[in-house]
């Protein structure tokens, strides 16, 4: 018997908000962000996801010179708490440059710009000591199918994710798929999409997906048989756990809050699949409730986690013997049956 994995979790400073959604301001004072990095810790946490101005604010009026200074002491911080970055995501959703999209969006100067995020984004997180770039390709989509050449599109994409691996030969490239929201229909919807891309690129084995259960969801997919699409291709970076209460806005609830045995089924991927042998870190992307008073917020992450490790202990638990022997007898009700039974800690009656 192999010595079971220790999980280590990570999640990103936005995960603390402010509780604003699109319909009105902020619920919650705002916690200082430099702040947030003690918190992690004590809540079980070791690993900080990142988005480039999480890094650098105002990222967009700084110099080189002023980008590595404060990179320096943000990679400082991280040091002193203990703390190690996971991945660092340009923002490519925010500017007026990327009203349109980003890589692919129609005019030449807009995509020049983003390129010139994505290298300081790079070199944000080299300086930082960590060598993972999500592109959650946000707004590389349309809201009117006609407005772009979609073959193009992919294209670009692909130029995008070899010009990456060509300007840092140590970094790797994690595309987080994402089926719609905030554009109608995205580019790269699904792990499929993001694999395929992956092994079309330049370096296949620098290129990988992080899967967000949400995300998958909202393509009507099943995050569990996403993870382990990706796990089979040795392609997940990471993931960011959560849960989505059907078709409608991304919503980002505690893990396991919508669909408990969807979520048992993600863990038993997970620990099946042996991911985290390599240290990679399970995400957690949560939002924390409107309502929820105080700041910061954090009861969230913290009844994810443990969801979380709940659950591991359930897939332990879990008899395998019985399963092998229900599906060679292709007892399926049985198998259901036991499932069910075992999730809620009950047996037969
Ligand atoms: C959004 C994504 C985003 C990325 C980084 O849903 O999870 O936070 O991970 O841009
Ligand atoms: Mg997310």
Redesign the pocket.
């Known amino acids: 018997m192999s010595t079971p994995t220790v999980y280590r979790f990570s999640f ?1 400073p ?1 995960n603390i908000s402010e509780g604003a959604d699109p319909f009105g301001p902020d619920v919650r004072a705002p916690y200082p962000h430099d702040r947030k990095f003690a918190l992690y810790r004590q809540l079980g946490f070791e690993g900080v ?1 990142f ?1 480039d101005d999480d890094v650098v604010p105002e990222l967009d009026a700084k110099t080189d010179p002023q980008i590595a200074a404060r990179s320096a002491e943000v990679a400082r911080m991280l040091r002193d708490e203990g703390l190690t970055p996971e ?1 660092v ?3 490519l959703w925010f500017a007026s440059q990327t009203v349109d999209g980003a890589y692919t969006a129609n005019r030449s100067e807009d995509r020049a710009y983003a390129w010139e995020r994505t290298r300081k984004c790079i070199d944000i997180a080299r300086a930082i000591g960590c060598r993972a770039i ?3 390709l ?1 707004r590389e989509g349309t809201y009117a199918r006609e407005a772009k050449d979609a073959r193009l599109a992919y294209q670009r994409l692909l130029e995008t994710v070899n010009q990456i691996l060509g300007y840092d030969r140590e970094v790797e490239v994690w595309i ?1 798929p ?1 089926p719609n929201e905030p554009t109608d229909q995205a580019y790269v919807p699904t792990t499929g999409h993001a694999v395929a891309l992956a092994y079309a690129s330049a370096d296949p084995r620098r290129v990988k997906t ?1 899967i ?1 259960s ?2 998958a969801l909202l393509a009507n997919l099943d995050p569990s048989d996403e993870m382990a699409f990706a796990l089979a291709h040795d392609k997940l970076g ?1 993931v ?1 756990l959560n849960d989505q209460n059907g078709l409608k806005y ?1 919503q ?1 609830k505690n893990f396991g809050a919508a669909n408990l045995r969807a979520a048992f089924n993600q863990v038993r991927v997970l620990e099946e699949g042996g991911y985290g042998r390599r240290g990679e870190f399970v ?1 957690l ?1 949560v939002k924390a409730m409107r309502t929820q008073a105080g700041s910061p917020v954090t009861d969230h992450l913290r009844t994810s986690r443990e969801l979380f490790l709940h659950l591991v202990d359930k897939v332990r638990t879990y008899n395998r013997t019985l399963v092998e022997q229900y599906r060679a007898a292709r007892d399926y009700e049985a198998l259901e049956r036991y499932t069910l039974q075992h999730l809620l800690g009950v047996g037969s009656r």
């Open positions: 990103g936005w996801q988005h991945f995501a340009p923002r999500v592109l959650w946000a987080e994402k992080v967000e949400a995300h990471s960011h991304d980002d995400g992307d």
